[in-house]
């Protein structure tokens, strides 16, 4: 009876103690924390210790709070002389911030302070780049489109190599042409973007995680490459997990990412057509362990639920899947996100029988595709005005594109002297054809 009291009590300590470590996903041990650390940093006298109260102020609080302290943060480590502190929080700012244009103006002038070239050029493309990913959300915004061709055309030194001007470069051409477009274009951008993203050092993830972000979602669309979505989505795992490693070293134990990591195995979950039966399990528990220990992270799973869609469709499970589906599509999505569920739908209706639900699937199926093919116009008439004037500007190659283009250059000139030696060849021949035929006459 004794040992059985002392493992009850040894089980509690650890389950209390793991309570501690999870805080962070805890609301009212979370508020109660930070109410502790406001009242530590009233007394708290250097501007480092004031630094790192702050922060661990800032990971307890919402997105509101985060946005209040974010500011003093940035002042707070320019007291202390924490530059890279500055970098980091004028990032997040970057992010909270995206659809003002007077603040973000703001945080270009406080960025263009930063002494190293390379993290001043990496911040400043990251808050643009934030910028205009938030207010390309709708695909019919003129006044961004304007702006974007207005930039691409004469923001950008065309006939440069700087690294960053390249990334924003390809950045605003893929959201002009429309990440929820296709185009072949489009997909060079992409291609190339990545080259030089893969030269980035490992301090510049927020210009990763923007790629890897882009190309995931444009990636996994019903008829996408799907295995290359995945493979983005776990470079991200991976840059998340570099982060929190860093974190924990900086003492910050209450950085919090797992909705990031939710985002992540959602849309890996989303691309099952590719996933081995052990990849679908696995990325399926780790939803369930974030949603389970994340109160955020479980609201979200429940009103979009698409993570469980996709897994019981994909574990053939139609008749669960069905009531999921549904209630998936009653979020705003996008054309494509909404695309893959209809076309899920309506395979899954036809599989146990349901024609109501069939025909209704295939209905919105069909004005999702003509959606598509209304945005195919617009693709195909930007990518061509982009074609005739930047595509072939030195800024826009990559080395493979490069490779290519020499290549194609060599092909061409071969071609052109095949074409010339069988236009000499055929005047020739109607030489002599129609010497041929007067012989005969006479």
Same mark, same amino acid.
């Given at each position: 009876?004794?040992?059985?009291?002392?493992?009850?009590?040894?089980?509690?300590? !650890?389950?209390?103690?793991?309570?501690?470590?999870?805080?962070?996903?805890?609301?009212?041990?979370?508020?109660?924390?930070?109410?502790?650390?406001?009242?530590?940093?009233?007394? !708290?006298?250097?501007?480092?210790?004031?630094?790192?109260?702050?922060?661990?102020?800032?990971?307890?609080?919402? /997105?509101?709070?985060?946005?209040? *302290?974010?500011?003093?943060?940035?002042?707070?480590?320019?007291?202390?002389?924490?530059?890279?502190?500055?970098?980091?929080?004028?990032?997040?700012?970057?992010? #909270?911030?995206?659809?003002?244009?007077?603040?973000?103006?703001? &945080? @270009?002038?406080?960025?263009?302070?930063?002494?190293? %070239?390379?993290?001043?050029?990496?911040?400043?493309? #990251?808050?643009?780049?934030?910028?205009?990913?938030?207010?390309?959300?709708?695909? +019919?915004?003129?006044?961004?489109? !304007?702006?974007?061709? =207005?930039?691409?055309?004469?923001? +950008?030194?065309?006939?440069?190599?700087?690294?960053?001007?390249?990334?924003?470069?390809?950045?605003?051409?893929?959201?002009?042409?429309?990440?929820?477009?296709?185009?072949?274009?489009?997909?060079?951008?992409?291609?190339? *973007?990545?080259?030089?993203?893969?030269?980035?050092? $490992?301090?510049?993830?927020?210009?990763?995680?923007? #790629?890897?972000?882009?190309?995931?979602?444009? +990636?996994?669309?019903?008829?996408?490459?799907?295995?290359?979505?995945?493979?983005?989505?776990?470079? &991200?795992?991976?840059?998340?997990?570099?982060?929190?490693?860093?974190?924990?070293?900086?003492?910050?134990?209450?950085?919090?990412?797992?909705?990031?990591?939710?985002?992540?195995?959602?849309?890996?979950?989303? %691309? #099952?057509?590719? @996933?081995?039966? $052990?990849?679908?399990?696995?990325?399926? =528990?780790?939803?369930?362990?974030?949603?389970?220990?994340?109160?955020?992270?479980?609201?979200?799973?429940?009103?979009?639920?698409?993570?469980?869609?996709?897994?019981? *469709?994909?574990?053939?499970?139609?008749?669960?899947?069905?009531?999921?589906?549904?209630?998936?599509?009653?979020?705003?999505?996008?054309?494509?996100? /909404?695309?893959?569920?209809?076309?899920?739908?309506?395979?899954?209706?036809?599989?146990?029988?349901?024609?109501?639900?069939?025909?209704?699937?295939?209905?919105?199926?069909?004005?999702?595709?003509? !959606?598509?093919?209304?945005?195919?116009?617009?693709?195909?008439? /930007?990518?061509?005005? &982009?074609? %005739?004037?930047?595509?072939?500007?030195?800024?826009?190659?990559?080395?493979?594109?490069? +490779? /290519?283009?020499?290549?194609?250059?060599?092909?061409?000139?071969?071609?052109?002297?095949?074409?010339?030696?069988?236009?000499?060849?055929?005047?020739?021949?109607?030489?002599? &054809?129609?010497?041929?035929?007067?012989?005969?006459?006479?």
């Amino acid at each position: 009876m004794g040992s059985k009291l002392v493992k009850t009590l040894l089980a509690f300590l !650890l389950t209390l103690s793991c309570g501690f470590q999870l805080s962070a996903s805890n609301g009212m041990m979370k508020d109660a924390m930070k109410d502790a650390y406001i009242k530590r940093l009233r007394i !708290l006298t250097t501007a480092r210790d004031s630094l790192a109260a702050l922060y661990n102020i800032y990971d307890l609080s919402d /997105r509101a709070d985060k946005m209040k *302290y974010a500011w003093q943060i940035y002042e707070t480590a320019g007291r202390a002389d924490d530059i890279s502190a500055q970098i980091d929080i004028l990032r997040n700012l970057g992010v #909270f911030y995206a659809q003002s244009d007077s603040v973000v103006e703001q &945080l @270009l002038a406080m960025a263009s302070k930063i002494p190293n %070239n390379d993290a001043r050029n990496a911040t400043k493309t #990251f808050i643009l780049n934030q910028k205009i990913s938030r207010k390309a959300v709708d695909p +019919h915004d003129n006044d961004l489109a !304007l702006m974007l061709i =207005d930039s691409i055309v004469n923001s +950008h030194d065309l006939q440069g190599n700087n690294v960053y001007d390249k990334i924003a470069l390809l950045y605003q051409i893929v959201h002009y042409i429309g990440v929820e477009a296709e185009g072949s274009l489009l997909v060079e951008t992409l291609d190339n *973007y990545e080259e030089l993203i893969n030269k980035l050092p $490992e301090s510049d993830y927020p210009l990763k995680n923007q #790629f890897y972000t882009t190309s995931a979602i444009f +990636h996994s669309r019903l008829n996408g490459d799907q295995r290359r979505s995945v493979n983005y989505d776990k470079k &991200l795992l991976e840059v998340i997990g570099m982060l929190q490693q860093m974190y924990a070293k900086q003492r910050r134990k209450y950085r919090n990412y797992d909705t990031n990591k939710f985002i992540c195995y959602r849309r890996m979950l989303s %691309n #099952f057509k590719v @996933l081995t039966p $052990e990849e679908l399990e696995q990325y399926h =528990d780790s939803v369930k362990v974030l949603v389970l220990n994340d109160p955020d992270v479980k609201k979200a799973a429940e009103k979009d639920c698409r993570a469980e869609s996709y897994y019981l *469709y994909a574990k053939g499970m139609y008749q669960e899947a069905i009531p999921y589906i549904q209630k998936a599509l009653d979020n705003k999505l996008s054309v494509y996100q /909404r695309l893959k569920l209809c076309d899920m739908l309506m395979k899954a209706a036809k599989a146990i029988g349901d024609e109501r639900t069939y025909v209704t699937a295939m209905e919105d199926l069909v004005k999702n595709e003509n !959606l598509i093919d209304s945005m195919r116009v617009v693709t195909s008439r /930007r990518e061509a005005m &982009l074609r %005739n004037s930047v595509a072939n500007a030195p800024l826009m190659q990559s080395q493979k594109v490069k +490779h /290519r283009s020499g290549r194609h250059t060599s092909l061409e000139l071969t071609l052109m002297v095949i074409s010339s030696v069988l236009a000499v060849l055929l005047i020739i021949y109607m030489v002599l &054809l129609v010497r041929l035929r007067n012989k005969m006459k006479k």
